[in-house]
């Protein structure tokens, strides 16, 4: 028997999937990523704790963020201690960039989740922080608390930036997004639009989930003028919803595939991934997938739906062995893709 050393992991890898640079990863913000692999009989197998030749030296983003066109994938640590958000990214081999630190968030916030557009990087300072690592011992709780004077922002960086000299922030007021659903850019690059779930109820984002509430909304941002515009509340949704996932990086959001909660049959899913069909027509041309759970029977299914249809109409259905917990991100991998690993 060994001892728990931290300084080699925590395990978790529990809240997300990756794939890139030929690697398939299990994802969970507070460790490094780790090489798993599907073996043919369905099972996982855990290749280990990935550290990119040693380039990457502490805990990465559970939402990474891959460009289809490039192969790149782009990513960001944030914990309690300067520097509190590191931007990097890697190249479509694998090989990580060097750490660009943002040392212009003067206090450590928590950055969940993060967008980028073609030619940038987007990162929400929303009204959340990390409590100070003396106070979450002795204070123990979630270590994060909601701070209501604090101006949320929103921060823009190209995606290639060598250091933090090209980050401009725009406050934008009362903008809490813990995920994005996609972000693009206007006007010839020199607009940013974000779509993203507002959290509302923020004071209660940790504590009482049951009281937090979202708003899907649309966020322009002028890069000539810094105007900053919350376009129109697209939808509302019960709770925040999943963050998107890598084939729908850089698209415009065909609809809005949030969460749902059907109180009657007590069926929750959220997080839906968007697959696009292989000859697609249009940008809404696909699946969503999500996993669902019925609360009065304990059955869990894995719903195929067609996202053009106005209804999201179930076109197939898998029942799951076992329930995945909510909050659990996943990923469209194609078979093709996996036989490549
Ligand atoms: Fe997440």
Known sequence: MGHYDPAKGTGHANTS?????????ALGESDLPYAVRLMPD?????????DFDGTL???MTAHPKVDPESGEAFAFRYGPVRPFLTYFYFDANGNKHPDVHMMSLPHPSFVHDFAITKNYALFADIQMRMKKPVDMIVQGGPPMVSDPAKVARVGVIPRHAKNESEMRWFNVSGFNPM???NAWEE?????IVIVAPNVITIQHALERFDLAHSMMEKVRIDLKTGLVRILRCLRATAKDVGSSEARLVQRRVPGMYGGKQDVRARMLWRGAIFVSKEAEKSEDDGYLLSY?????????????MDA?????DIVATVKLPQRVPYGFHGLFVKETELNKL
């Not at 369905?42 to 990935?50: C, M, N, P, V, Y």
């Open 292 to 304: 669902v759970h019925n609360e009065n029977t304990g059955e869990s299914r894995l719903l195929v």
């Open 17 to 25: 999937l990756a794939l890139f640079g030929n690697r398939l990863y």
């Open 179 to 181: 995920h994005f659903v």
């Open 57 to 59: 030296l502490a805990n």
């Open 308 to 312: 053009k249809s106005a209804e999201l």
């Open 42 to 50: 369905g099972d996982i197998e855990t290749l280990g704790r990935h």
């Open 187 to 191: 006007d010839n690059g020199n607009a």
